[in-house]
C-alpha cells in the first residue's frame, strides 16, 4: 500500500507563488504515472496536472496551464506542483495521487490507485 502524504500548502496573496509537495513512502514515481488534482468548498475534485511515468510528458488543466508545472524527484520519492501566479480562483485543497499505469499521463481520477489527505491552498485577493 503506497502512502502518500502532501505538504507546503499556506496562505498566499494574489500574484505569488507556492511549491507543494507530495512524499511517497516508497519508490513509486520513477515508474507510475501521478498527478495533481484539487477541490475547493462546494465544488467536485478537479483534474490540475499529470506526469507520465517516464517524466517526459505532462498535461495540464486549462485553468492553470502556463501557471503551475508539476516535477518530480524519483531519488527522493517526491513529486512538486509549483503554482506561480496564484489566483484566489487556486484556492482548494490539492491532492497528489499515483496512477494504476506507468504510461499516461492521466486527468481522470479513477485511473488513479492512491491519493494523499491533501494540503490546504489559500489565495487571498
Known amino acids: 500500500q503506497v502512502q502518500l502524504v502532501e505538504s507546503g500548502g499556506g496562505l498566499v496573496q494574489a500574484g505569488g507563488s507556492l511549491r507543494v509537495s507530495c512524499a511517497a513512502s516508497?519508490?513509486?514515481?520513477?515508474?507510475?504515472?501521478m498527478g495533481w488534482f484539487r477541490q475547493a468548498p462546494g465544488k467536485e475534485r478537479e483534474f490540475v496536472a499529470a506526469?507520465?511515468?517516464?517524466?517526459?510528458?505532462?498535461s495540464y488543466a486549462d485553468s492553470v496551464k502556463g501557471r503551475f508545472t508539476i516535477s518530480r524527484d524519483g531519488a527522493k520519492n517526491m513529486a512538486y506542483l509549483q503554482m506561480n501566479s496564484l489566483k484566489p480562483e487556486d484556492t482548494a485543497v490539492y491532492y497528489c495521487?499515483?496512477?494504476?499505469?506507468?504510461?499516461?499521463?492521466?486527468?481522470?481520477?479513477?485511473?488513479?490507485?492512491?491519493w494523499g489527505q491533501g494540503t490546504q491552498v489559500t489565495v487571498s485577493s
Open positions: 516508497e519508490p513509486t514515481f520513477s515508474r507510475y504515472a
Open positions: 495521487a499515483r496512477a494504476l499505469r506507468g504510461s499516461g499521463p492521466y486527468y481522470r481520477d479513477f485511473d488513479y490507485a492512491y
Open positions: 506526469l507520465s511515468g517516464s517524466g517526459g510528458r505532462t
